[in-house]
Nanobody
Framework: QVQLVESGGGLVQAGGSLRLSCAAS????????MGWFRQAPGKDRDFVAT???????YYADSVKGRFTISRDNAKNTVYLQIDVLKPEDTAVYYC???????????????WGQGTQVTVSS
């Protein structure tokens, strides 16, 4: 069982930056793929980024060059650095843990409660 707790969301002006954190419980964090997804009101939950246990990372085209995912296995934490924020980045951001590195939400077994990111224009 893995429990995930996100933090770091907030209200920020367009062009600003945020760093989201996701702290995980359990002793097997390093063996999990960790993903970030986001969900805007009335929309599906969309893939943002994922990082494999090896450290390889993948990004949605819409965030490449602006978002950076990283992990610190010693701290059981995964991060999402978000730069040059745009109003369309407004959403609830969720982290997730799974055994497979995937862009599909269905491949992740554990989810956090989400953190709200709101970008004003």
């Amino acid at each position: 069982q893995v429990q995930l707790v996100e933090s770091g969301g907030g209200l920020v002006q367009a062009g600003g930056s945020l760093r989201l954190s996701c702290a995980a419980s359990g002793r097997t964090f390093s063996s999990y793929a960790m993903g970030w997804f986001r969900q805007a009101p009335g929309k599906d939950r969309d893939f943002v980024a994922t990082i494999a246990p090896s450290g390889l990372s993948y990004y949605a085209d819409s965030v490449k060059g602006r978002f950076t995912i990283s992990r610190d296995n010693a701290k059981n934490t995964v991060y999402l650095q978000i730069d040059v924020l745009k109003p369309e980045d407004t959403a609830v951001y969720y982290c997730a843990a799974g055994r497979l590195t995937s862009i599909s939400p269905g491949q992740y077994n554990y989810w956090g409660q989400g953190t709200q990111v709101t970008v004003s224009s």
